[in-house]
């Protein structure tokens, strides 16, 4: 079984920084690629940037520039640091991976449970 669990959520003021990260646990055998989405209230989610195990990431226009994506593939963690935050970065954060299990090695895709971001002054 593989679990996906994010940390660093909170609240913060518009223009500070916040860094979320995302361990995978449990039968893996490889991760291809991971990435974050996010889900604003009210909104439907959205893809926020992804990050290939070469560690090559790609962003949402909506925060280039703002959001960096790093990965540790020995810890099997990502990172997302969070840049100059705006009102509209207010939402639900979830990790996602596509992830090889020892048990099947079969490609399979995981989510996280979501950590909350909220920008406001």
């Known amino acids: 079984q593989v679990q996906l669990l994010e940390s660093g959520g909170g609240k913060v003021q518009p223009g500070e920084s916040l860094s979320l990260s995302c361990v995978a646990s449990?039968?893996?055998?490889?991760?291809?690629?991971m990435g974050w989405y996010r889900e604003p209230p009210g909104k439907l989610r959205e893809w926020v940037a992804t990050i290939t195990r070469g560690g090559v990431a790609n962003y949402a226009e909506s925060v280039k520039g703002r959001f960096t994506l790093t990965r540790d593939n020995a810890k099997n963690t990502m990172y997302l640091q969070m840049n100059s935050l705006e009102s509209d970065d207010t939402a639900v954060y979830y990790c996602?991976?596509?992830?090889?299990?020892?048990?099947?090695?079969?490609?399979?895709?995981?989510w996280g449970q979501g950590t909350q971001v909220t920008v406001a002054s």
């Open positions: 996602n991976a596509d992830i090889m299990t020892d048990d099947d090695y079969r490609d399979e895709n995981f």
């Open positions: 449990g039968s893996i055998f490889s991760i291809s690629a």
